[in-house]
């Protein structure tokens, strides 16, 4: 209980994605029938095939592979932000059937930005304290709205903050990772959804490392589509994700 970290697993994945998406595209130009084309595909191909299709910009045949993460240590703000994407499937802890009702000393966990722990350990000690004074405000709604009845809890977090730890079993198909680590690994987005990405981005490039060949934010492979509101940190993003590929 109390801080708690980022922790982020690959927990299943569709078998072979490589050569999953490198069936599906050879099929998109072949005349032979399935089974021939599933035979013909060499494990030295796969990558050429994923290769041409990601030149080409023909992205549906990387839909048919998954990925399901299991997310833990993470605010219910990135919560807020990683459920906008829709093209993915979400379980998340309910805050309506498990209680938070601690022991103000043992209460519920959050996240603390790094923002204020640079700032020093007497702010960072002020954060635990508007914490625990969080948990004393929910244990009392609890506490009130039990005696009321039932469904106490999903009126009592009304109280818990943002920060307020959350954890998510989430998947998306490969498509729909490009386009979020397109969006979330740039320094644009904000830093806890952005850790998590990068994270992300690492675990899939490790099991699928022609899929994700060029996966990232747009100025890791072409140039910044931020304009103005470019973070003008390029070279830094680029090095960071030459350590990912290293
Ligand atoms: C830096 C940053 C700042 C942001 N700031 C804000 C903010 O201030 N306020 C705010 O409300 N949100 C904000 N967002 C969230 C943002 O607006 C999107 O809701 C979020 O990034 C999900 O992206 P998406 O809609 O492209 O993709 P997804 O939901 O992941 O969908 C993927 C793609 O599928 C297609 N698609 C999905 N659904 C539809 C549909 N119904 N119709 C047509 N095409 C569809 C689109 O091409 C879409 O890009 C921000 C995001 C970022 C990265």
């Not at 093209?87 to 998340?92: G, K, L, N, T, Y």
């Not at 004074?133 to 009845?149: F, H, P, R, S």
């Not at 990772?177 to 990068?198: D, P, S, V």
């Amino acid at each position: 209980m109390g801080e708690t970290e980022l922790k982020v697993k690959l927990l299943r994945y569709t078998p072979d994605p490589e050569g999953v998406v490198a069936v599906a595209a050879r099929l998109c130009y072949s005349a032979d029938d399935i089974e021939t084309v599933t035979g013909k595909m060499k494990e030295e191909n796969k990558a050429k095939f994923i290769n041409k299709l990601l030149d080409m910009g023909h992205l549906s045949p990387i839909e048919h592979v998954s990925f399901t993460f299991g997310i833990e240590g993470v605010s219910r703000s990135l919560l807020a932000q990683i459920t906008r994407h829709r093209i993915a499937s979400f379980s998340v802890k309910s805050q309506r059937y498990v209680s938070e009702m601690a022991d103000v000393d043992e209460g519920f966990s959050y996240v603390i930005p790094p923002r204020i722990k640079k700032l020093g350990l007497e702010y960072v000690q002020e954060f635990e304290a508007q914490m625990k004074q969080i948990q004393k405000w929910y244990n009392y709604w609890c506490e009130v709205l039990q005696e009321e009845g039932k469904g106490a809890l999903e009126d009592a977090r009304f109280v818990l903050p943002n920060a307020a730890e959350t954890k998510i079993v989430m998947t998306m198909n490969a498509r729909e990772l490009y386009h979020f680590f397109r969006l979330r690994c740039c320094n644009r987005a904000q830093w806890e959804i952005r850790e998590l990405a990068w994270e992300m981005l690492k675990l899939v490039k490790k099991v699928a490392p022609a899929i994700f060949v060029s996966s990232g934010p747009d100025c890791v492979s072409g140039s910044c589509s931020e304009g103005e509101m470019s973070c003008g940190r390029i070279k830094e993003v680029r090095a960071r994700y030459k350590e990912l590929n290293a």
